[in-house]
């Protein structure tokens, strides 16, 4: 099977599908490899670089998506991009369907198998694609929302950490997950008063123990949400559904009852947001304000930090976009985790819950593949 790995075209994303690393491990296992001129420039890697690693460097995108009988990227593929694809075509990328009508008609009507990485899982029910970004997307929130806090930026001009005898930010976390728990360690460790709040108390009890006491739990109900964040002069959303639009746990209504030039950092902007008033921003522009509050909605957090990004992405989606390279639909026959990241195939849809988020009728995966 013939990879393409083309470059991103996503404002401001830097990140590559594959590393010249990754390369070589498909060229080793007799994949041939299409990687479009300038793809790895993000990230500091040469066509040459991708050259030497076995790559073949094609001048175009037009050519790479013609050529290429499975599509390795990062972001979800653009309008430009999904028109590109074809039937018999594998997609593997995040795709983040639920809160994005046209391009989930865009990829049906294509007809390609698109495999989403953020619905992939593994043997214990975990994301082990989105995993690796949901790192890098916790620990940017935190220096995101401390940036929008100077008071240039809009914010309360508040320093997270405080300094002796003027006390630190409150920092409210909303999701106890792998974001949520990577904001936290990096709010702590700049000295931030952190709460966490999660609405499974098996995982408050693992965070509690986690963090010996430097941060507080809260179960999420909708008194403990609307007390943490009228206190909080930073709130991050990292709350997750997979694969379905994230709840709205902050109304406009709420934003009347927070401190003025409060920031709110919204990392579930991918799935549609977990605040009402979130709307996508860009690393150009990242933040704009709504009564006063100052709202941070990167939808490619990781994109800004490609070099640790792409490399922490392609050691996870290694393995499995090997399956898919050597085995083709096989591999997704055999491996149910891998088959959880099917979204679309051959114009129908394959995900319950983009189905059911944007009203869709949907089959399971299984019995398409079987047919």
Known sequence: MRVGVPSEIKNHEYRVGLTPGAVREFAAHGVDVLVQAGAGAGIGASDADYAAAGAKIVDSAERLFAEAEMIVKVKEPQPVEYAR??????????????PDPAQTRGLLDSRVTGIAYETVTDAQGGLPLLAPMSEVAGRLAIQAAGDALKRFNGGRGLLLGGVPGVPAAR???????????????????LGAEVTIIDRSLPRLRQLD???????????????????????ADAVIGAVLVPGASAPKLVTRAMLAGMKPRAVMVDVAIDQGGCFETSRPTTHDDPTYEVDGIVHYCVANMPGAVPLTASHALTHATLPYG???????????????????????HRGILTSRAVGESLGIDWRDPAEVLAG
Do not use: K
């Open 209 to 231: 123990e986690m963090f010996g006491g430097r941060v507080r739990t809260r179960f999420a109900t909708i008194e403990a949400i609307e007390q943490e964040v009228f206190a």
């Open 322 to 344: 090997l399956a898919l390279a050597t085995r083709g639909l096989a591999a997704l026959r055999d491996d149910a985790g891998l088959r959880n990241g099917l979204n679309v």
């Open 85 to 98: 694809l074809r039937e018999g075509q594998i997609l593997f990328a995040y795709l983040h369907l639920a």
């Open 171 to 189: 920092v409210v976390v909303l999701g106890g997950g792998v974001v949520g728990t990577q904001a936290a360690r990096m709010a702590v460790g």
